[in-house]
């Protein structure tokens, strides 16, 4: 399948793309300039857009004139081959060397503001480059969704998963790589009580969706109100937590953790003894929140 390119996107003209240039911005060795860390901060973006991916050089000649148009791009930190666009400026008037120019957004472009990703590997050292030599060389990848911001994390590993309320309902509505994950496995997980330490030990097992089926059942309601295992309900005092404090508490106080997985050819019933197991030694029938 052909690639889409950026301007497959951005529909530039001929003439726009002659006086455009593009700036591959990386994060300074000194570490006084982290372009990353400036996009996560939204209330930056506009500094970035309108001051560093403009700012002239002090040993080299202008590379932002009056008239010029800049796109800038920042490299995401999991994949030094993708980049993320910031913005596209015009320049009205260059402030000299040393000095970032005055500009302001470009045509009705900002839709795709840190959220459209190309792919491209960069060979040399420096950053500013003309559109007409990169721009199809710049694979679109991806179109974030509006939702997803920076600082958002690929999948971490089932060993490495601990996380709170609002972050894993976030994960679960907009990254198809952690409901993939938590889809693919059975396992035992651990809820845990932020505000006193208690405890609650579950287990996904016997469902089509793994873990991620269970713990959309805890985000939609704060527990599971139909599950029973050997015809009582198994968290009962679960249960009468979300009707005394409500699904806010659950909330704000509630994280999500991951003790053990296992595949599909794990027989359920050898689950349930590792779920027997975990809680006996977190103790938390005696002390958490389990009942049985």
């Known amino acids: 399948m052909k690639p889409i390119k950026l301007n497959d996107i951005l529909n530039l003209s001929p003439k726009d793309i002659n006086k455009t240039k593009i ?10 300039f982290d372009p990353v860390a400036i996009a996560k901060d939204e209330r930056k ?41 910031t913005g596209i400026v015009k320049v009205k008037k260059d402030n000299g060397r040393g000095k970032p120019a005055d500009a302001e957004y470009y045509d009705n472009n900002e839709q795709f503001n840190f959220r459209l990703v190309v792919k491209y590997h960069k060979k040399t050292q420096g ?37 709170g309320y609002d972050e894993l309902k976030k994960k679960i509505e907009f990254s198809e790589e952690w409901c993939t994950a938590l889809r693919s496995r059975k396992g035992i997980y651990l809820i845990t009580d932020k505000s006193n330490g208690k ?11 793994g873990i991620l089926g269970r713990w959309r059942t805890y985000l939609e309601s704060g527990c599971d109100r139909n599950g029973k295992e050997n015809g009582i309900y198994p968290n009962k005092e679960f249960q009468e937590l979300v009707e005394r404090k409500g699904l806010s508490y659950i909330k704000r106080n509630f994280q999500y953790s991951i003790l053990e997985t296992f595949t599909d050819d794990v027989a359920d019933e050898d689950i349930i003894n590792r779920e027997s197991h975990w809680k006996k030694v977190l103790c938390s029938k005696d002390f958490g929140y389990n009942d049985n």
């Open 127 to 163: 950053g500013i480059f003309t559109a007409n030599k990169l721009m199809d060389e710049l694979d679109v990848v991806e179109i974030w969704n509006p939702e997803k911001k920076l600082e958002d994390k690929k999948f971490p590993g089932f060993k490495n998963v601990c996380i």
């Open 199 to 209: 405890l609650y030990v579950g287990s996904a097992y016997g469902e089509k969706d």
């Open 23 to 32: 700036r591959l911005m990386v994060r300074a060795n000194d570490g006084v």
């Open 45 to 85: 973006r506009d500094k970035l857009n309108k001051e560093n991916l403009i700012h002239n050089r002090p040993n080299a000649g202008l590379s932002f004139k009056r008239g010029n148009i800049a796109i800038g791009f920042i490299r995401l930190p999991e994949n030094k081959d993708h980049w993320l666009m």
